[in-house]
Nanobody, 121 residues
């Protein structure tokens, strides 16, 4: 019902920047929350940043001041601007959205396919 297409991952040197994009599609009535998670090898998936329908944002302590989450409601797209990247930021980054879809009362949570971000030292 909801499809997420991620892009923007890649290989970058420490101190560099990347911008991730995640476009949602499907029978979406409204978007309640959009966010980014990441998972490094051998580690649990963790929240990186999220933005609610009101525009409130939340960031992991490890990325505060370096990453910025934003959205384009018209395009149903969420972005993650990542600056001053560190090797420890290396992970697969997953887009996650909580949306309301047509004819369904409860929100639906969907995950993107993941995009690899590798930061070299």
């Amino acid at each position: 019902q909801v499809q997420l297409v991620e892009s923007g991952g890649g290989l970058v040197q420490a101190g560099g920047s990347l911008r991730l994009s995640c476009a949602a599609s499907g029978s979406i009535s409204s978007i309640n929350r959009m966010g980014w998670y990441r998972q490094a090898p051998g580690k649990q998936r963790e929240l990186v940043a999220a933005i609610t329908r009101s525009g409130s944002t939340n960031y992991a302590d490890s990325v505060k001041g370096r990453f910025t989450i934003s959205r384009d409601n018209a395009k149903k797209t969420v972005y993650l601007q990542m600056n001053s990247l560190k090797p420890e930021d290396t992970a697969v980054y997953y887009c996650n959205v909580e949306v309301f879809v047509r004819d369904i009362w409860n929100p639906t949570n969907s995950w993107g396919q993941g995009t690899q971000v590798t930061v070299s030292s």
